[in-house]
Nanobody, 125 residues
Framework: QVQLVNSGGGLVQTGGSLRLSCAAS????????MAWFRQAPGKEREFVAT????????YYADSVKGRFTISRENDKNTVYLQMESLKPEDTAVYYC??????????????????WGQGTQVTVSS
């Protein structure tokens, strides 16, 4: 089992920055990939970014490419999402997720087993 705890988030003005953190504990040696998803009110959960745990390979949704950066610190078992140039449409609850094993790219929520509790990000216009 893997446990994930989100932190960060909050209220920021348009154009501002925030950093989210996701601390993993438990059987972290089994993690293949971690990701960030977000869910706005009345909308489905959508993919934001992913990073492989070992190699650090990253992939981003087009909507955040160039503005968000996903990174990890393996010695701290923590993944980060640095968000720059935030827009009102980035407002959502942000969740980190983890998947054990794999060899491809995983961008669908059902492909992840473990989830953080979510953290609210609100961007005011």
């Amino acid at each position: 089992q893997v446990q994930l705890v989100n932190s960060g988030g909050g209220l920021v003005q348009t154009g501002g920055s925030l950093r989210l953190s996701c601390a993993a504990s438990g059987r972290t040696s089994m993690i293949y990939v971690m990701a960030w998803f977000r869910q706005a009110p009345g909308k489905e959960r959508e993919f934001v970014a992913t990073i492989t745990w070992s190699a650090g390979s990253t992939y981003y949704a087009d909507s955040v490419k160039g503005r968000f950066t996903i990174s990890r610190e393996n010695d701290k078992n923590t993944v980060y999402l640095q968000m720059e140039s935030l827009k009102p449409e980035d407002t959502a609850v942000y969740y980190c997720a983890a998947r054990n094993y794999g060899s491809g790219r995983y961008i669908q929520p059902y492909q992840y087993t473990y989830w953080g509790q979510g953290t609210q990000v609100t961007v005011s216009s």
